[in-house]
């Protein structure tokens, strides 16, 4: 079985730049989860996806982050314009539903830096 | 408030020997979960062990095993005999019932280093 697949591994851009990660989570996984990731830190829910509906963003900044998941299956990641602060790794991951006892399975993640 | 506490943020263990790593958590919710995972050096995130706040026995996967006391709310990880290709990060985290989502609350993590 495929695992979580996320595009680009690494990415470097400048800061007010704009920049977009992939994700492709497992077949038949319904909930797709975005997380960012600050070196030292425990991962932070930025969005939550059932399907394609949004279940919970309210760690996103929504004035310069924005995703979406369309027709239930890939998802995309968008930050515009970036900021310093904005370097991260952006975990993607992926569950069969949502369900207390359900793991979450997670791609190797894009290592955004910010210069 | 933080919902999960991870109070070591280094631990170092021998090779062979059994340690134990903390996680304390914070839920009014009766009904939840709670994960361990392991993040090595190359990044990805592996899911471990699981617990249901019902679950009337401690978790075992292998090597893992959960100490679950749920009074505390603690749920501390016990890796044995630990091995060199423990060295890692780990993660608790949890899932609760009535949370809109039941999404993943991840701790701040614990990075265990094994000595040969």
């Known amino acids: 079985e495929a695992g979580v697949a996320q595009s680009p591994r690494y990415k470097i851009i400048e800061k007010r730049q704009s920049v977009a990660f992939w994700c492709n989570p497992i077949s038949g996984h319904a909930t797709l989860y975005w997380y960012q990731q600050i070196l030292g830190q425990g991962p932070k829910l930025l969005i939550q996806?059932?399907?394609?509906?949004?279940?919970?963003d309210s760690q996103l900044p929504k004035d310069r982050f924005s995703a979406e998941r369309l027709k239930g299956v890939d998802s995309t990641l968008k930050i515009q314009p970036a900021k310093l602060e904005d370097s991260a790794v952006y975990l993607c991951?992926?569950?069969?539903?949502?369900?207390?006892?359900?793991?979450?399975?997670f791609g190797q993640g894009t290592r955004l830096t910010v210069v | 408030a933080q919902k999960i506490t991870q109070t070591q943020p280094g631990m170092f263990v021998q090779e062979k020997e059994a340690v134990t790593l903390d996680c304390t958590y914070d839920t009014s919710d009766p009904s939840y979960g709670l994960f361990w995972y392991k993040q090595p050096s190359s990044g990805e995130m592996i899911f471990l062990i699981y617990?249901?706040?019902?679950?009337?026995q401690n978790a075992t996967e292998g090597r893992y095993s959960l100490n679950f006391q749920k009074a505390r709310k603690s749920a501390n990880l016990v890796i044995s005999a630990s091995q060199l290709g423990d060295s890692a990060m780990y993660f608790c985290?949890?899932?609760?019932?009535?949370?809109?989502?039941?999404?993943?609350?991840f701790g701040p993590g614990t990075r265990l280093s094994v000595l040969p």
């Open positions: 996806f059932q399907n394609n509906g949004v279940v919970d």
């Open positions: 991951a992926s569950s069969l539903r949502q369900a207390l006892n359900t793991e979450a399975f």
């Open positions: 617990q249901g706040s019902y679950d009337q």
């Open positions: 985290a949890m899932r609760e019932a009535l949370h809109y989502g039941q999404n993943f609350v």
